[in-house]
């Protein structure tokens, strides 16, 4: 581990040596001592171990790891003078620094320069940064009992991975107070979170020289600039067994053990113990969504009540027992449905569609349907009580945004020809006027635009598809004799939107990889001044194209499908060339079921497999290209350079899928109970490969502070607004609903069995010698009428053709309907909202208990170090008085 007696000789002749230099050159022999010193502790690198987290010394732990290679080209002397002077400038502020020589590295090519924080710097950037230390435990017991917690025991982790440490009241660090605060180990006093973030912000601010007239500072240009090929903190640790001592514990190896296995998937989330090696900003994301799943599992058991409820009554289900009769389903003739290649067919051929069309669209959609509007409220009010929760737990109620957030981007600094003086800090900073951004942002409004426009006419393209190859299923399936069985349960109808839907969600992701990458370009070239204004931008547009992406097709079918089909004889066209796509006669929410089931489904189960597969294969690669393929020969810092890297932005990635998927389960619910059961499944599988990947499969990410979920939280409202409206029209106007209670209330005429004839009220009347010559079928039938889905009056009827009064009634209980059921739950969704307070009472209490307990805490270590300072001047005083006294009493005796 090598020779501290040594390494203290060395640095105690680097002082006395640096302190001459002030004033003379150092002598010769004193160099050539140095180098002996440093040679001897050479001899004893290779006995330290590859698992290592410190220095050479065995003693100094490294906070953070800066990487570079060797560059041939002409900018090679500009990068190598950057280092230097950026190495240089690191020292003078004091991180103390180790660098790897090529040679020692397992490819042969990459320096890795290792970085140390020490006492001085770390309580000097502690206060800079605000960071809130301990200062007495807290008496406040912690607020873990819960109801019926006995039960819940086998879902509990061990408290002391839990809660790894104590309670504490806390006050903002000073070192002129170090006295205060409770310091057993100066080693160990910061946590490793907020360790690397202090050199982090180092880094960020760190001047590595002048350039064009300007002074060039931080990490991030010099990695944009490529002087340096990475920086990231250093894991504490392997992540496949524990630390030896006299390392610190291995917190990664603890993590890995109790929340990156899939085995504990039934396990709570030990968020302190991720808070404190990862930080508060990925700490809340992982409270954001196991909170989420937990709220989950209430709506995904009332969905699946329904859903079984739907199976149960399937077969009492009156409209499809009509349907599948031979008597009454087999003898009413359909309209065909394409001109020409479709023959006319009879209503009971889509006998088990109407059984399946009746699992989702029965007497509990409704219920189901204000159920979710009532669920997002509470979602979204208990989150805010939880994040108020969190918020003192980890001593974020006087949070002020994070300075990393707030700084200027380099990008932005690279483009400003402009200064002026910045009315906060009154400092020159760069400006970049209005007039310079404008055509920027035309063009990423005109391309956010474009790509919203791309994706409508992907999905234009793929109803053509599904009208132009619709004919064609119809005529196959009807000329196959093979297919007669498959028939019976693969109609014309479920082929065209079961092939339609799996190519629809081929082409939302090939649009969404291309997106991905011109947002963030466009985003770029808007130049934002602060890595917050950049993430806000890139979130807009993500949003706004992934929300049209995902969600355009569940709305076309949800509220236009079927809608605008005319009649027959009158059809309306497409381009006037493909008729419009009709509903099946048990309408079209099976359809939007399917649609939903395909999509969301898919999303999910293609996103776990990218997400474990893409760094995993990433990573093998990497050390496949090494010498060795073993990560037990080379060094910790070796090992995780060649990690995937987390990146700024891979929080926002995972907040984007998940608001994306809280869209599915709230917005098109009522045509899918078991929507909130899937989400709720692949969030289990979420949790622990996010935990999985970030544990093992990532470099450590510098750690960061958030007390919210941000703008995250105004979209979820803004969803959960809109799910009120878009599950009111689904019911209304997609399910079959409305008209069923009409008829059973208005037109019924059977009292003991009243939706018995409504299948046949529900299908108009056509004269067949009314069809255009164009569209008829060729071939002659021995039957005069066929019927169709709409309220419209009959061939003989003076108005023939034109809606009836029932489609005139049936409208207006849809409207109502839409009406009654928007006011009832945003009426109930605003007592929520007003009975439930954003912030706990009892957390209210702890935190005005723990400003109290605070200020007298202050209040008695000032008292009482007033109290000292007035004890040893008032014994200096007298000291100085008896020394008086006695030189005077001296002077008389002398007289």
Same mark, same amino acid.
């Given at each position: 581990?090598?020779?501290?007696?040594?390494?203290?000789?060395?640095?105690?002749?680097?002082?006395?040596?640096?302190?001459?230099?002030?004033?003379?050159?150092?002598?010769?022999?004193?160099?050539?001592?140095?180098?002996?010193?440093? #040679?001897?502790?050479?001899?004893?690198?290779?006995?330290?171990?590859?698992?290592?987290?410190?220095?050479?010394?065995?003693?100094?732990?490294?906070?953070?790891?800066?990487?570079?290679?060797?560059?041939?080209?002409?900018?090679?002397?500009?990068?190598?003078? #950057?280092?230097?002077?950026?190495?240089?400038?690191?020292?003078?502020?004091?991180?103390?620094?180790?660098?790897?020589?090529?040679?020692?590295?397992?490819?042969?090519?990459?320096?890795?320069?290792?970085?140390?924080?020490?006492?001085?710097?770390?309580?000097?950037?502690?206060?800079?940064?605000?960071?809130?230390?301990?200062?007495?435990?807290?008496?406040?017991?912690?607020?873990?009992?819960?109801?019926?917690?006995?039960?819940?025991?086998?879902?509990?982790?061990?408290?002391?991975?839990?809660?790894?440490?104590?309670?504490?009241?806390?006050?903002?660090?000073?070192?002129?107070?170090?006295?205060?605060?409770?310091?057993?180990?100066?080693?160990?006093?910061?946590?490793?979170? +907020?360790?690397?973030?202090?050199?982090? !912000?180092?880094?960020?601010?760190?001047?590595?020289?002048?350039?064009?007239?300007?002074?060039?500072?931080?990490?991030?240009?010099?990695?944009?600039?490529?002087?340096?090929?990475?920086?990231?903190?250093?894991?504490?640790?392997?992540?496949?067994?524990?630390?030896?001592?006299?390392?610190?514990?291995?917190?990664?190896?603890?993590?890995?053990?109790?929340?990156? #296995?899939?085995?504990?998937?039934?396990?709570?989330?030990?968020?302190?113990?991720?808070?404190?090696?990862?930080?508060?900003?990925?700490?809340?994301?992982?409270?954001?969504?196991?909170?989420?799943?937990?709220?989950?599992?209430?709506?995904?058991?009332?969905?699946?009540?329904?859903?079984?409820?739907?199976?149960?009554?399937?077969?009492?289900?009156?409209?499809?027992?009509?349907?599948?009769?031979?008597?009454?389903? /087999?003898?009413?003739?359909?309209?065909?449905?394409?001109?020409?290649?479709?023959?006319?067919?009879?209503?009971?051929?889509?006998?088990?569609?109407?059984?399946?069309?009746?699992?989702?669209?029965?007497?509990?959609?409704?219920?189901?349907?204000?159920?979710?509007?009532?669920?997002?409220?509470?979602?979204?009010?208990?989150?805010?009580?939880?994040?108020?929760?969190?918020?003192?737990?980890?001593?974020?109620?006087?949070?002020?945004?994070?300075?990393?957030?707030?700084?200027?981007?380099?990008?932005?600094?690279?483009?400003?020809? %402009?200064?002026?003086?910045?009315?906060?800090?009154?400092?020159?900073?760069?400006?970049?006027?209005?007039?310079?951004?404008?055509?920027?942002?035309?063009?990423?409004?005109?391309?956010?635009?474009?790509?919203? +426009?791309?994706?409508?006419?992907?999905?234009?393209?793929?109803?053509?598809?599904?009208?132009?190859?619709?004919?064609?299923?119809?005529?196959?399936?009807?000329?196959?004799?093979?297919?007669? %069985?498959?028939?019976?349960?693969?109609?014309?109808?479920?082929?065209?939107?079961?092939? /339609?839907?799996?190519?629809?969600?081929?082409?939302?992701?090939?649009?969404?990889?291309?997106?991905?990458?011109?947002?963030?370009?466009?985003?770029?070239?808007?130049?934002?001044?602060?890595?917050?204004?950049?993430?806000?931008?890139?979130?807009?547009?993500?949003?706004?194209?992934?929300?049209?992406?995902? !969600?355009?097709?569940?709305?076309?079918?949800?509220?236009?499908?079927?809608?605008?089909?005319?009649?027959?004889?009158? !059809?309306?066209?497409?381009?006037?060339?493909?008729?419009?796509?009709?509903?099946?006669?048990?309408?079209?929410?099976?359809?939007?079921?399917?649609?939903?089931?395909?999509?969301?489904?898919?999303?999910?189960?293609?996103?776990?497999?990218?997400?474990?597969?893409?760094?995993?294969?990433?990573?093998?690669?990497?050390?496949?290209?090494?010498?060795?393929?073993?990560?037990?020969?080379?060094?910790?810092?070796?090992?995780?350079?060649?990690?995937?890297?987390?990146?700024?932005?891979?929080?926002?990635?995972? !907040?984007?899928?998940?608001?994306?998927?809280?869209?599915?389960?709230?917005?098109?619910?009522?045509?899918?109970?078991?929507?909130?059961?899937?989400?709720?499944?692949?969030?289990?599988?979420?949790?622990?490969?996010?935990?999985?990947?970030?544990?093992?499969?990532?470099?450590?990410?510098?750690?960061?502070?958030?007390?919210?979920?941000?703008?995250?939280?105004?979209?979820?409202?803004?969803?959960?607004?809109?799910?009120?409206?878009?599950?009111?029209?689904?019911?209304?106007?997609?399910?079959?609903?409305?008209?069923?209670?009409?008829?059973?209330?208005?037109?019924?005429?059977?009292?003991?069995?009243?939706?018995?004839?409504?299948?046949?009220?529900?299908?108009?009347?056509?004269?067949?010698?009314?069809?255009?010559?164009?569209?008829?079928?060729?071939?002659?039938?021995?039957?005069?009428?066929?019927?169709?889905?709409?309220?419209?009056?009959?061939?003989?009827?003076?108005?023939?053709?034109?809606?009836?009064?029932?489609?005139?009634?049936?409208?207006?209980?849809?409207?109502?309907?839409?009406?009654?059921?928007?006011?009832?739950?945003?009426?109930?969704?605003?007592?929520?909202?007003?009975?439930?307070?954003?912030?706990?009472?009892?957390?209210?209490?702890?935190?005005?208990?723990?400003?109290?307990?605070?200020?007298?805490?202050?209040?008695?270590?000032?008292?009482?170090?007033?109290?000292?300072?007035?004890?040893?001047?008032?014994?200096?005083?007298?000291?100085?008085?008896?020394?008086?006294?006695?030189?005077? %009493?001296?002077?008389?005796?002398?007289?």
């Amino acid at each position: 581990m090598g020779d501290p007696d040594v390494l203290e000789m060395v640095q105690e002749e680097e002082r006395r040596a640096g302190s001459e230099e002030r004033f003379f050159e150092v002598s010769e022999s004193a160099k050539r001592y140095n180098l002996f010193l440093r #040679r001897r502790l050479m001899f004893k690198k290779d006995e330290q171990s590859k698992d290592s987290i410190f220095f050479r010394d065995g003693i100094r732990q490294i906070d953070f790891v800066l990487s570079y290679v060797d560059d041939i080209k002409k900018e090679a002397e500009l990068k190598a003078e #950057r280092r230097k002077e950026f190495e240089q400038n690191l020292r003078k502020i004091g991180l103390e620094l180790e660098i790897e020589d090529k040679m020692n590295s397992e490819d042969g090519k990459t320096y890795f320069v290792k970085i140390h924080a020490p006492w001085e710097v770390l309580v000097t950037y502690a206060e800079v940064l605000g960071i809130k230390m301990p200062i007495k435990e807290s008496d406040i017991p912690r607020a873990d009992k819960i109801p019926f917690s006995c039960m819940l025991g086998p879902l509990k982790l061990p408290r002391n991975v839990k809660h790894p440490h104590a309670e504490y009241f806390t006050a903002q660090f000073t070192r002129h107070r170090q006295e205060l605060f409770l310091i057993e180990d100066e080693s160990s006093f910061f946590p490793s979170s +907020s360790r690397n973030r202090i050199v982090y !912000y180092i880094l960020s601010r760190c001047p590595f020289g002048i350039e064009d007239g300007k002074k060039r500072f931080g990490i991030e240009r010099l990695l944009n600039s490529h002087t340096y090929s990475s920086a990231f903190p250093l894991h504490d640790g392997q992540y496949w067994k524990p630390s030896e001592p006299p390392n610190p514990v291995n917190e990664r190896y603890t993590l890995c053990q109790n929340w990156a #296995r899939f085995s504990y998937f039934y396990k709570e989330q030990p968020f302190n113990l991720i808070r404190d090696y990862y930080g508060e900003k990925v700490g809340i994301y992982f409270v954001f969504l196991g909170f989420y799943t937990e709220m989950l599992f209430f709506a995904a058991i009332v969905g699946l009540a329904c859903f079984i409820y739907g199976l149960l009554s399937m077969h009492d289900n009156s409209s499809s027992t009509e349907i599948c009769d031979p008597e009454i389903g /087999g003898q009413i003739i359909m309209c065909p449905l394409c001109d020409v290649m479709c023959d006319y067919w009879r209503l009971n051929s889509t006998c088990l569609a109407s059984k399946f069309s009746h699992l989702f669209d029965n007497e509990s959609t409704v219920f189901f349907a204000i159920f979710m509007g009532i669920w997002v409220t509470l979602f979204l009010e208990f989150w805010k009580q939880r994040q108020a929760r969190l918020e003192y737990e980890w001593d974020l109620v006087d949070f002020e945004e994070e300075q990393q957030q707030l700084q200027l981007r380099p990008e932005f600094e690279a483009m400003c020809t %402009h200064r002026k003086i910045n009315a906060v800090t009154k400092e020159m900073e760069p400006y970049l006027p209005l007039c310079s951004r404008i055509p920027w942002y035309f063009l990423s409004g005109a391309t956010v635009t474009l790509w919203m +426009s791309l994706v409508i006419a992907c999905m234009v393209a793929v109803i053509v598809y599904r009208l132009s190859v619709f004919a064609t299923f119809a005529s196959f399936m009807e000329s196959e004799a093979s297919l007669k %069985h498959v028939r019976s349960f693969l109609t014309p109808q479920i082929t065209t939107s079961l092939t /339609g839907s799996c190519l629809n969600f081929i082409v939302i992701l090939i649009l969404n990889f291309f997106y991905e990458r011109i947002s963030a370009w466009i985003t770029k070239m808007e130049i934002p001044r602060t890595h917050q204004e950049y993430e806000s931008s890139l979130t807009l547009k993500m949003f706004l194209f992934q929300f049209v992406n995902f !969600y355009s097709s569940c709305f076309y079918v949800a509220f236009f499908k079927g809608k605008f089909v005319g009649y027959p004889g009158k !059809y309306t066209y497409l381009f006037n060339v493909w008729r419009s796509e009709e509903c099946d006669p048990g309408g079209c929410l099976v359809e939007l079921t399917t649609q939903l089931t395909i999509i969301m489904t898919g999303k999910q189960v293609f996103g776990n497999i990218k997400e474990a597969i893409y760094p995993f294969v990433l990573n093998w690669w990497r050390r496949r290209k090494a010498r060795t393929n073993s990560e037990k020969l080379y060094s910790r810092w070796e090992q995780d350079h060649d990690l995937e890297t987390f990146g700024s932005l891979g929080l926002f990635y995972e !907040y984007l899928e998940t608001v994306i998927q809280f869209g599915f389960v709230t917005l098109f619910v009522a045509s899918f109970p078991l929507a909130p059961l899937l989400a709720l499944l692949n969030n289990i599988i979420e949790i622990r490969v996010d935990a999985w990947k970030l544990t093992t499969q990532y470099r450590r990410p510098v750690a960061a502070k958030a007390h919210s979920i941000g703008v995250w939280q105004d979209i979820l409202y803004g969803m959960a607004v809109l799910s009120v409206a878009t599950n009111a029209f689904i019911v209304a106007f997609t399910s079959d609903m409305i008209p069923r209670l009409v008829y059973y209330y208005a037109y019924s005429k059977n009292a003991i069995q009243p939706m018995r004839g409504y299948v046949n009220n529900s299908l108009s009347i056509f004269l067949i010698a009314d069809f255009p010559n164009h569209t008829v079928p060729s071939e002659k039938r021995d039957f005069t009428t066929c019927r169709y889905r709409d309220y419209r009056n009959p061939p003989d009827h003076e108005d023939k053709y034109f809606h009836s009064m029932q489609y005139w009634h049936v409208l207006a209980a849809k409207m109502t309907f839409i009406i009654i059921m928007e006011h009832v739950v945003f009426l109930m969704k605003f007592l929520l909202a007003w009975m439930i307070p954003d912030v706990p009472k009892d957390v209210v209490e702890r935190i005005k208990r723990e400003k109290l307990m605070t200020v007298k805490i202050l209040h008695d270590f000032e008292l009482n170090k007033l109290k000292e300072n007035l004890r040893m001047n008032s014994s200096d005083f007298a000291k100085h008085l008896i020394i008086q006294e006695n030189k005077v %009493h001296l002077a008389k005796s002398a007289t």
